[in-house]
């Protein structure tokens, strides 16, 4: 369905917990939710089932870390087997999952995996995340690919890290044949915003040149440069509000067109869930104002 400024909205993320085993420093994910608050899988399977009749095809699992919640696997699988659905694919820290998961995913035909990782140092990511799992991060990247899994690495530009640790993980990246795409980071619960930027970034590298394919859905932009192969999420410093094809559904179920504003319906238990949905997204905000004020609700709450 086409919202009132002409986007075709065809992509939601399925946040299915709020809970992280990770507390990042910019994220915050440990005032977890009582697992009564949160939807049930049959009714976010419901609320996909609207989805879908409305043109809706595409679903990212998140967080919180979705790995964290019993039972994502058969969910996953069954939303995958869901008349319509073209693509389910799952934002992750790797770090909870286990040989068998990742066998499982490759098994249920998993379309993507983007695994959130910020530094390849080990004392940086135990200071970013409060734990000291990179090893086994690093190996769950590896294994996944190993077994044919698309994985890409999605990694957010703080202004702590330091120009080694960007080059070390497109090196990393581009070694393994694994897309890497820096993130900026958004104002969300605080007022910092990434000061570094694509431009800081591509600064470090030589031969610089736009790579014009699509690796994915999203509003990713790539460079192909003597290291390889870098891409860019710019939500604040390249605002591409207006391709913005998607909304959020919340953990307690609350359906958001717009990760910035306050917008949103709780579509739990709605019989009329149909026409709520479309209320939502034909009134889906034009764009954000991470420019002007912050979100003021952390990303794992809502589900980044
Ligand atoms: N735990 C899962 C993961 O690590 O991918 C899913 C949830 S996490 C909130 C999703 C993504 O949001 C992560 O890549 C995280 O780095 C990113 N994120 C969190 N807060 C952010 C912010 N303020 N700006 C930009 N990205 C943010």
Same mark, same amino acid.
């Given at each position: 369905?086409?919202?009132?400024?002409?986007?075709?909205?065809?992509?939601?993320?399925?946040?299915?917990?709020?809970?992280?085993?990770?507390?990042?420093?910019?994220?915050?994910?440990?005032?977890?939710?009582?697992?009564?608050?949160?939807?049930?899988?049959?009714?976010?399977?419901?609320?996909?089932?609207?989805?879908?009749?409305?043109?809706?095809?595409?679903?990212?699992?998140?967080?919180?870390?979705?790995?964290?919640?019993?039972?994502?696997?058969?969910?996953?699988?069954?939303?995958? %087997?869901? &008349?319509? #659905?073209?693509?389910? =694919?799952?934002?992750?820290?790797? /770090? *909870? !999952?286990?040989?068998?998961?990742? @066998?499982?995913?490759?098994?249920?035909?998993?379309?993507?995996?983007?695994?959130?990782?910020?530094?390849?140092?080990?004392?940086?990511?135990?200071?970013?995340?409060?734990?000291?799992?990179?090893?086994?991060?690093?190996?769950?990247?590896?294994?996944?690919?190993?077994?044919?899994?698309?994985?890409?690495?999605?990694?957010?530009?703080?202004?702590?890290?330091?120009?080694?640790?960007?080059?070390?993980?497109?090196?990393?990246?581009?070694?393994?044949?694994?897309?890497?795409?820096?993130?900026?980071?958004?104002?969300? %619960?605080? &007022?910092? #915003?990434?000061?570094? =930027?694509?431009?800081?970034?591509? /600064? *470090? !590298?030589?031969?610089?040149?736009? @790579?014009?394919?699509?690796?994915?859905?999203?509003?990713?932009?790539?460079?192909?440069?003597?290291?390889?192969?870098?891409?860019?999420?710019?939500?604040?410093?390249?605002?591409?509000?207006?391709?913005?094809?998607?909304?959020?559904?919340?953990?307690?179920?609350?359906?958001?067109?717009?990760?910035?504003?306050?917008?949103?319906?709780?579509?739990?238990?709605?019989?009329?869930?149909?026409?709520?949905?479309?209320?939502?997204?034909?009134?889906?905000?034009?764009?954000?104002?991470?420019?002007?004020?912050?979100?003021?609700?952390?990303?794992?709450?809502?589900?980044?």
């Amino acid at each position: 369905m086409y919202d009132q400024y002409n986007r075709k909205i065809e992509y939601m993320r399925i946040s299915i917990t709020d809970r992280c085993n990770l507390n990042c420093t910019y994220c915050k994910g440990f005032d977890a939710l009582t697992h009564n608050d949160i939807l049930r899988y049959e009714e976010i399977l419901d609320i996909c089932k609207v989805a879908v009749q409305l043109g809706i095809g595409y679903f990212k699992i998140t967080g919180g870390e979705p790995c964290a919640r019993k039972g994502y696997l058969s969910f996953i699988e069954s939303l995958k %087997k869901m &008349d319509g #659905v073209h693509e389910v =694919t799952i934002t992750t820290n790797a /770090s *909870l !999952l286990k040989k068998e998961d990742m @066998d499982t995913l490759k098994r249920i035909g998993i379309d993507g995996i983007n695994v959130s990782l910020d530094t390849l140092d080990k004392e940086c990511y135990k200071e970013i995340t409060g734990k000291d799992c990179i090893d086994l991060v690093v190996h769950n990247i590896l294994y996944m690919k190993s077994i044919g899994l698309h994985v890409k690495i999605n990694s957010v530009l703080l202004d702590e890290t330091r120009d080694e640790e960007f080059l070390n993980l497109i090196d990393f990246g581009n070694l393994h044949s694994i897309p890497i795409r820096f993130i900026e980071r958004m104002p969300m %619960k605080d &007022d910092k #915003v990434s000061h570094r =930027t694509k431009k800081d970034i591509l /600064s *470090l !590298l030589d031969n610089v040149e736009i @790579d014009k394919n699509k690796y994915g859905n999203g509003p990713a932009s790539y460079y192909q440069t003597n290291r390889g192969t870098v891409g860019f999420i710019e939500p604040v410093h390249g605002k591409f509000c207006d391709q913005c094809n998607r909304i959020r559904l919340t953990s307690t179920g609350y359906l958001k067109a717009c990760l910035f504003h306050k917008d949103g319906m709780n579509v739990r238990n709605r019989t009329n869930l149909e026409d709520m949905m479309k209320e939502i997204i034909y009134n889906k905000p034009q764009g954000h104002d991470f420019e002007k004020d912050m979100a003021g609700i952390s990303m794992s709450k809502i589900g980044g």
